[in-house]
């Protein structure tokens, strides 16, 4: 296979991933390039080619189409083709930044190193100063970690689940506590450190990420978030990502039951209340099995149990007030308060012009002391059918359905 075909392989042109993505897909040369349109930290969009340095692997993930005694063709591309492939799609003003992974094929700290020399090439060689995420291997050693920090924009550690003995379920090689987690708490303080001596571009200047693979191992949303909230709370994560699981043809956990969309939906609504919205992990309404409601967005189950903080009088109410009222963002709350200064707010279609969802939260508002709707929704819409964003087979990819998060 040429490099083209290769590259092409090992982009998440092969997964149909569905997060971030904008419509539209680029082509270059005579192949797809994995080039998507994502939003960056900070605001704003920009167009990322998101690739694997090769799908050989010899560890045994559950879930992956690519573990060790999987079916799939391996190819690989070497550091020099990478940082070739990506120059050329830059300077063809096709892509603007880099998302870089790879399978673990033998040795961690070589298949780290191959990486870290893709980078190293792109930053020194060729002067590429934009936006490169770099996900570190299970298995990278202390020094890979801080050298990665030096050359990427972003780090990212996939811990995959909330404990031990989770993790060791998921994949026997992986160790949460005695590698995933002292990794992504080092990149993150390295990150941390160089933000608070107010030179941020020395070390991972977007911070850390991580992902989880959710819902196959019985974990709860009350360990995952936890967690989440512990390593956010110290400043060490700027956010994660939660992976429903899926069954991928191949595997061997592809006899395993999918995990609904909406449970995958309602963690990142929930991280978003712990990073955005003030919101103390205690806060959080989990059921009787550790898991967050499905058919109830998290702010809103907060908000029933607590009647006495409502409605909010919507003229006068502080921002923090504002962003505890369900259907209420940051930026609906900041054009509330800029725009209810100077102009006469009269009713709900004012408030939805700034972006003020009165139907989901109707019930919680006031406006000028007349609460704007006299029930809670009793259930809400349903966003996705529960497995609905889910394929009715087992998936058939050559890369892992979450390797670009
Ligand atoms: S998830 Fe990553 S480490 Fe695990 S088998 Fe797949 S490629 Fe290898």
Redesign the pocket.
């Known amino acids: 296979m040429d490099r083209h075909q290769r590259f092409a392989l090992l982009t998440e042109e092969a997964t149909g991933d569905r997060e971030h993505g904008l419509p539209g897909r680029p082509r270059f040369n005579e192949g797809p390039v994995g080039i998507r349109k994502v939003r960056l930290p900070g605001g704003g969009v920009t167009k990322l080619m998101r690739v ?1 340095q090769t ?1 050989a ?5 559950g ?6 005694g ?1 079916k799939v063709r391996r190819v690989v591309l070497s550091p020099e083709e990478t940082a070739r492939t990506f120059m050329e799609a830059h300077r063809a003003g096709m892509a603007e930044g880099l998302f870089l ?4 094929p033998g040795r961690p700290q070589r298949a780290m190193d191959r990486m870290l020399a893709t980078v190293d090439l792109l930053r020194r060689r060729e002067g590429f100063r934009g936006y490169v995420h770099l996900k570190m ?2 298995g990278a050693d202390e020094g890979q970690v801080r050298a990665a920090a030096q050359l990427a924009s972003r780090l990212s550690v ?1 811990l ?1 689940g909330p404990s031990d003995a989770v993790v060791r379920r998921l ?1 026997r ?2 160790d949460l506590s005695g590698d995933l987690l002292p990794k992504l708490e080092l990149a993150g303080r390295l990150s941390r450190e160089a933000r608070l001596e107010g030179r941020p571009e020395l070390a991972a200047p977007s911070g850390t990420t991580t992902q989880f693979v959710v819902g196959s191992q019985g974990e709860s949303d009350r360990d995952l978030l936890g967690l989440v909230s512990r390593l956010e709370g110290k400043g060490l994560l700027h956010h994660a990502h939660f992976s429903a699981f899926q069954p991928v043809a191949g595997t061997p956990m592809e006899g395993l039951p999918p995990t609904p969309a909406a449970r995958e939906f309602r963690l990142y609504q929930a991280e978003h209340l712990l990073r955005q919205y003030a919101f103390r992990f205690e806060e959080l309404v989990f059921g009787s099995n550790g898991n967050l409601e499905l058919d109830q967005d998290p702010k809103t189950a907060w908000a029933v149990g607590h009647p006495e903080r409502f409605p909010v009088e919507l003229l006068k109410a502080s921002r923090e007030e504002l962003l505890r009222v369900p259907g209420i963002g940051p930026r609906a709350a900041d054009r509330l308060i800029a725009t209810r200064r100077g102009t006469v707010l009269r009713g709900a279609d004012d408030l939805r012009r700034l972006g003020v969802d009165v139907t989901r939260g109707g019930h919680f508002m006031a406006l000028g002391g007349k609460r704007l709707a006299p029930r809670a929704p009793a259930q809400q819409l349903r966003l996705f059918m529960p497995g609905g964003h889910l394929p009715s087979v087992v998936w058939n990819t050559p ?2 359905p ?2 670009y998060r």
């Open positions: 694997m799908n692997c010899s560890l045994s993930c879930y992956c189409p690519t573990f060790c999987g992974t790879s399978g673990v291997l299970p996939n995959e994949a090689e992986k890369v892992p979450c390797a």
